[in-house]
């Protein structure tokens, strides 16, 4: 079996593979190229070289996944990349809507030992700044049962964990209103016809519409929870409006 030379363009290509594996158990390879902005000749051509390498498996008409070895590359640069993000706002202060890409350029160049380095210094943590998993570096990642907050019902108390869509735009917004990882909410009340919900931040009242109700992923802190939708998080995510390598 050929080897493969580790570029930034393979990385980027079995992350956003790993990615859209989240949301089903093969990949089609449209949905790949729309997601790393390339045509489909150029899709086919990343699967070609990354199957006779042995890191995903192709079926005809029925998509692409990750071998073992496959998804082992693409967890070991996800955690380079939360654990850069964490670094970047903790030590270098910078905001949690300017990360990513700062972290998309140089994930594909930290060391081994930098990474270590980090991570120590960071205190070994389980989480980047938005709430997402950081795998352990031997790909383990840390199960969570969290609810989007559109799910839980009147009265209900929780904890901010998660935020689904990291675009600067939403991140900012999210801010404003005091709902970070790590913020106390209670769901106050809904009005069905708008669409609307009032909850309390902490102290603050805020109120939100039905969009960024479904992007906040809850801990659930109290009883008041009655529905059955759980997620069990032990892998990374779906997460929307962020470049995950394209």
């Known amino acids: 079996m050929p080897e493969l030379e580790r570029t930034k363009a393979i990385e980027d290509f079995l992350k956003v593979v790993y990615h859209l594996q989240q949301q089903s158990d093969r990949v089609r390879t449209s949905a790949v190229a729309e997601a790393m902005n390339i045509t489909a000749p150029s899709a086919y051509d990343f699967i070609r070289r990354c199957q006779e390498a042995g890191l995903l498996d192709y079926r005809s008409h029925r998509g692409v996944r990750l071998t073992e070895e496959g998804e ?10 939360r654990l850069l993000e964490l670094f970047l706002v903790r030590a270098l202060g910078y905001a949690w809507d300017e990360v990513h890409d700062e972290a998309d350029r140089l994930e594909h160049y930290i060391s081994e030992k930098l990474e270590a380095r980090i991570a120590a210094y960071l205190g070994h943590p389980t989480v980047d700044p938005h709430g997402d998993p950081i795998p352990a570096k031997d790909g383990t990642l840390p199960e969570r049962q969290l609810v ?13 964990s998660r935020l689904l869509d990291q675009s600067s735009e939403s991140l900012q917004h999210l801010q404003s209103k005091g709902l970070i990882p790590g913020a106390r909410v209670r769901i106050l009340r809904r009005e069905p016809l708008d669409r609307l919900t009032h909850l309390q931040v902490e102290d603050t009242p ?8 479904h992007i906040i992923l809850i801990k659930p802190l109290n009883d008041n929870f009655l529905t059955n939708t759980c997620y069990c998080f032990s892998q990374p995510d779906a997460t929307i409006g962020q470049r995950e390598g394209p």
Do not use: F, K, M, N
């Open 206 to 213: 805020q109120v939100i519409g039905e969009t960024t109700a």
């Open 148 to 160: 989007p907050l559109s799910d839980l019902p009147d009265g209900s108390l929780g904890e901010v």
């Open 72 to 81: 082992r590359i693409a967890l070991e640069v996800l955690r380079s990349h």
